[in-house]
């Protein structure tokens, strides 16, 4: 196969030739055991560099730096707007270095440039939106009924040391969602990226120090989350753990941060349904449900891979979806006609194969996708976008999440049953509806048992939007003002102005 790929940034090039340390109370340190991980491109399977493997003690060190930084730093004496102007000059400079960045990322990650460069441009979104909110943390004055001549009032503090603990699928955008809400509202952190992917975090490090920010108040140790992102969930002294990743490592994080009865939110796996009505515009649909679970090789929590068909429909869609996803390039993504970059690992490409299989077994027919058969490909972890039909919401491959360019067709007849269907899951976090009938697209909407809902759209994001999932898809949300509410306390202040 011929490719044309774009060259790798200068100052990323200069990136990774230097091996790197790890962020700890400003200083950029080697891990205390001395010991190092390799990162690999997945388009490749070659090793990119090196980074610190940090521990127990790694992250003993880093969280002492944070509480240091909380409680006796210039941190907490800082005026609301000082804070802003930091998160602004922070989103100032990753725009400013923002190919980079996307660079560093489609290396680390694999994903195209067009998804790794829209994901550094809502990165930037996201610092500036929250930079606002610092000026604008208010509490309230509480009209009570008690006797005599008292004042109430609410204030909204930070809660502490945060644990950031994060994926491989959005390696920036993720650190991100764990430093600009939190740091806003005037917490500290302590972040452990996914030791798949560290390059793009470790990058941003460099980037809180140019913009000035007190040491200790970001650190970041990177390093596997049984050892290091263990030690951060079970720290007595962290206040709060913001995790994304799977359902089952959130469920571990909920016991092992029950100690010190720390605060936890939780953004999890998901299982979305995508529910298209006959009465759709046809192309749109078709776009949607192919964009919807195929966007970022499927490696997505909202992926939507419950498709659930009308059937007078369903033949046609499927086997248009088949046809339309054929045309999807796979390849480096570098290259800039790729659209479905590899998965991330070995492991990760098994698993999503392993999956296709067990779906011939329980009876799935294969539309198109599998494995790539072109020598070309052979290094890189790739698996092509897969369309499954004859499946119905029972099978493993309906329950389980994928978490790759997998999506399973299910025919429907009726609006309620298929609403019963979609919420026929232990997760709850995306699910999107075509039609073109207003009064199904809101009835659908309002009956999912999910954090969010496309109509007539999928994928869309913003920082003002609250994100998360019901049931065993999350805890809280990230984004919006449900964001600050999840990184501060309420104190309420009584007076007696007798
Ligand atoms: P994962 O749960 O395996 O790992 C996530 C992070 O947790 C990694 O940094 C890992 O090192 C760390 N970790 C692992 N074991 C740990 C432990 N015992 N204690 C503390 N930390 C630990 O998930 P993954 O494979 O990296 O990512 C894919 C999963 O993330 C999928 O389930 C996906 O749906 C989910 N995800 C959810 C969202 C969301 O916003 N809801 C976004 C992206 C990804």
Known sequence: MQTTL????????????????????????????????ETKNPATGEVITTVPEGGVEDINRAV?????????????????????????????????????????????????????ESFVSLSVDNLRYFAGWTTKITGETIPVSVPGN????????????????????????????????????????VLNPASLTPLTVLRLGELVQEAGFPDGVVNIVPGSGSIAGAALTEHPNVDKISFTGSTEVGKQIIRSSADNVKKVSLELGGKSAHIIFADADYETALQNAANAVFFNSGQACIAGSRLFVENKIYDKFMSDLAEYTK?????????????????????????????????????????????????????????????????????????????????????????????????????????????TD???????????????????????????????????????????????????ETKSIWVNLD
């Open 6 to 37: 774009t060259s790798l940034n200068a100052n990323a090039a200069k990136f990774i030739a230097t091996p790197r340390k790890m962020l700890i109370n400003g200083q950029w340190v080697e891990a205390a055991s001395g010991k190092r991980i």
């Open 64 to 116: 002492a730096a944070a509480r240091k930084a909380f409680e006796e730093g210039p941190w907490p004496k800082m005026k609301p707007n000082e804070r802003g102007n930091l998160l602004l000059k922070f989103a100032d400079l990753l725009e400013a270095n923002a190919e980079e960045f996307s660079h560093l990322e489609t290396l680390d990650n694999g994903a195209p440039l067009s998804i790794t």
């Open 150 to 189: 008292i004042f109430n009032y609410t204030r909204r503090e930070p809660i502490g040391v945060i644990g950031g603990i994060t994926p491989w699928n959005g390696p920036l955008y993720m650190a991100i969602l764990k430093l600009s809400a939190p740091l806003a509202t005037g917490n500290t952190v």
């Open 327 to 435: 045309n999807f390039k796979l390849g480096n993504g570098f290259d800039q006609s790729t659209i479905l970059g590899p998965l991330i690992s070995e492991k990760q490409k098994n698993s999503v194969l392993g999956y296709v299989d067990i779906g011939l077994q329980e009876g799935a027919e294969l539309l198109v996708g599998g494995n790539p058969t072109e020598a070309e490909l052979a290094n890189g972890y790739y698996v092509k976008p897969t369309v499954l039909a004859n499946v119905s919401n029972d099978m493993t491959i309906a329950r389980e999440e994928i978490f790759g360019p997998v999506v399973t067709g299910m025919p429907f007849n009726d609006i309620d049953k298929v609403i019963r269907l979609a919420n026929q899951t232990e997760y709850g976090l995306g699910g999107g509806v075509c039609t």
């Open 438 to 488: 207003i009064r199904k697209a809101h009835k659908v909407a309002n009956a999912m048992r999910t954090g969010n809902v496309w109509i007539n759209t999928y994928n869309l994001l913003d920082p003002a939007s609250p994100y998360g999932g019901y049931k065993q898809s999350g805890l809280g949300r990230e984004n919006g003002s449900a964001a600050i509410d999840m990184f501060t």
